[in-house]
């Protein structure tokens, strides 16, 4: 008996979810001091989330016999990134403001510093700051859903090509085994 189509999906993406969690936790009390780590770190993270997303993808190829069609397999990767993005939209909204209400500042700090001691001019500075705050927005709700969306069209992208990647057709016809082979 086949097992439900998305169990393999919402297995990954609880564990990318989680996985995402511990990393920006640490991320967070850790990591803020310095922007550009800040940015690496993060990059780093991402990488490790779209590599399990991969890996639902390729789960799912192996759960149904080594071949799975584009739309199977995307379908899996679509529904790991929902869960995963939805785990870390509610962890982000709930650290942001209640946890940590006060993380943004400090970042923004901290960015300040950062550039301060780069030399840059007061007017430089601005400027940088102004760009950050228009980014990064409030963490309240209606910014929160507005994430979501985004990042999961941004990841969709990626499950498209991991689709591609994946994606192997059953062939119509088998061929003959050899004499070999017999």
């Not at 998305?6 to 936790?25: C, D, E």
């Not at 190829?61 to 080594?66: C, L, M, P, T």
């Not at 500042?105 to 901290?110: I, R």
Request: proline letters at 3%; glycine letters at 8%; charged letters at 20%.
């Amino acid at each position: 008996m086949e097992k439900n189509k998305f169990s393999i999906a919402i297995k990954n993406g609880v564990i990318a979810g989680l996985i995402y969690v511990l990393l920006l936790t640490l991320l967070y009390i850790f990591g803020y001091h310095s922007p550009l780590m800040f940015a690496l770190y993060k990059l780093i993270i991402y990488l490790i989330i779209l590599g399990i997303f991969f890996w639902a993808g390729y789960e799912r190829k192996k759960q149904i016999g080594g071949y799975g069609d584009f739309k199977t397999i995307f379908q899996t990767i679509l529904v790991c990134i929902v869960v995963t993005e939805l785990i870390y939209a509610v962890y982000n909204y709930v650290y942001l403001n209640y946890v940590e209400p006060q993380f943004m500042d400090k970042f923004k700090q901290a960015t300040l510093d950062y550039l301060s001691n780069k030399g840059l001019t007061q007017e430089q500075i601005d400027q940088q700051m102004e760009k950050m705050n228009s980014r990064t927005g409030e963490p309240n709700l209606k910014n929160t859903l507005i994430g979501i969306g985004i990042w999961i069209v941004v990841d969709s992208i990626f499950g498209l090509i991991f689709a591609s990647i994946l994606k192997k057709e059953k062939p119509m016809f088998q061929e003959p085994l050899s004499a070999e082979q017999q």
